[in-house]
């Protein structure tokens, strides 16, 4: 007698999702978007389905890092996050979210989470789990103050790379790396560790049907509140201003937050250096320049 197939089969026996697959036990569907992992709807037995990401000879704690920090974002619950309902070491699947069209009222309220998550903190720079944003690994080590952790370990790795892969001019590599010797005068207000989701690019942005905005394919770590809210306006997010107004109303942003944008968008360019190449070392350069 064949078992049937629901989430609870699932969480109980993650490690036979690919003879499952494999022996069309479970119907797959492709979705758009995978640029680093491949994407699917999986629909079982009960007619209920869950999201899936995979990539092959992924590294062992690649999905885990990612399940550690979903987890860790949904614990203060004040934002909307997939469940993680099984992980393993080629696979992720998650709570399905279907998606729907932004709305104003769910903009306001992904500020309000927003400035809830950043409060909740965290407990150090960093995080206790390997961190990746895409298929580059992140150094999570713990730092005791954030310049340090974002010049040392968000920004100037990623130069080193896109520089070494001769993705960005090393005359581009020097702007930045001045602008990273200086982080320190620059007027980031000090403050405690948030809870950050760490790559809040509007495409990490899942407006659901049923409402609100859920956060997805985290790099989460304890960093500066201003870091996620400088990526939103990055790529552009819809509604993003009623957004941000949202979030000050929340909890205040510090002043002259505006001119720092920039500073926490090197972090994203940087990797983007690395990744891609094209333009955006030298647009890291220009963002750098405006703190020289």
């Given at each position: 007698?064949?078992?049937?197939?629901?989430?609870?089969?699932?969480?109980?026996?993650?490690?036979?999702?690919?003879?499952?697959?494999?022996?069309?036990?479970?119907?797959?569907?492709?979705?758009?978007?995978?640029?680093?992992?491949?994407?699917?709807?999986?629909?079982?037995?009960?007619?209920?389905?869950?999201?899936?990401?995979?990539?092959?000879?992924?590294?062992?704690?690649?999905?885990?890092?990612?399940?550690?920090?979903?987890?860790?974002?949904?614990?203060?619950?004040?934002?909307?996050?997939?469940?993680?309902?099984?992980?393993?070491?080629?696979?992720?699947?998650?709570?399905?979210?279907?998606?729907?069209?932004?709305?104003?009222?769910?903009?306001?309220?992904?500020?309000?989470?927003?400035?809830?998550?950043?409060?909740?903190?965290?407990?150090?720079?960093?995080?206790?789990?390997?961190?990746?944003?895409?298929?580059?690994?992140?150094?999570?080590?713990?730092?005791?103050?954030?310049?340090?952790?974002?010049?040392?370990?968000?920004?100037?790795?990623?130069?080193?790379?896109?520089?070494?892969?001769?993705?960005?001019?090393?005359?581009?590599?020097?702007?930045?790396?001045?602008?990273?010797?200086?982080?320190g005068s620059v007027g980031v207000p000090a403050e405690p560790p948030a809870r950050l989701h760490g790559d809040l690019w509007s495409g990490n942005v899942l407006w659901s049907a049923a409402g609100p905005a859920y956060l997805v394919d985290t790099a989460a770590?304890?960093?500066?509140?201003?870091?996620?809210?400088?990526?939103?306006?990055?790529?552009?997010?819809?509604?993003?201003?009623?957004?941000?107004?949202?979030?000050?109303?929340?909890?205040?942003?510090?002043?002259?937050?505006?001119?720092?944008?920039?500073?926490?968008?090197?972090?994203?360019?940087?990797?983007?250096?690395?990744?891609?190449?094209?333009?955006?070392?030298?647009?890291?350069?220009?963002?750098?320049?405006?703190?020289?």
């Amino acid at each position: 007698m064949e078992v049937g197939l629901d989430w609870g089969y699932l969480r109980a026996h993650p490690h036979n999702l690919d003879r499952l697959i494999e022996h069309q036990r479970i119907r797959t569907t492709p979705l758009p978007g995978g640029d680093t992992c491949r994407a699917e709807r999986l629909t079982l037995d009960d007619g209920s389905s869950v999201f899936a990401k995979s990539l092959a000879g992924a590294e062992a704690a690649f999905f885990a890092s990612e399940a550690a920090g979903l987890r860790w974002l949904g614990e203060c619950g004040c934002v909307s996050v997939p469940e993680v309902v099984a992980v393993t070491e080629s696979m992720l699947l998650l709570s399905w979210v279907e998606s729907g069209a932004p709305t104003a009222a769910a903009a306001d309220e992904l500020g309000r989470s927003l400035a809830a998550l950043h409060a909740s903190g965290a407990d150090a720079f960093g995080a206790p789990w390997p961190g990746w944003i895409g298929r580059l690994p992140l150094d999570n080590s713990p730092a005791s103050s954030w310049p340090d952790f974002y010049a040392g370990q968000r920004v100037l790795p990623f130069v080193r790379q896109a520089v070494d892969a001769g993705r960005m001019a090393a005359a581009d590599a020097v702007t930045v790396e001045q602008a990273m010797a200086r982080i320190g005068s620059v007027g980031v207000p000090a403050e405690p560790p948030a809870r950050l989701h760490g790559d809040l690019w509007s495409g990490n942005v899942l407006w659901s049907a049923a409402g609100p905005a859920y956060l997805v394919d985290t790099a989460a770590h304890g960093g500066h509140r201003e870091t996620d809210l400088a990526m939103l306006a990055l790529f552009g997010l819809p509604y993003l201003d009623r957004t941000i107004a949202a979030y000050d109303e929340a909890v205040r942003l510090g002043p002259g937050w505006r001119e720092r944008v920039a500073l926490h968008q090197l972090h994203p360019l940087a990797v983007h250096a690395a990744m891609f190449g094209g333009g955006y070392g030298a647009r890291a350069a220009a963002a750098a320049r405006r703190y020289l």
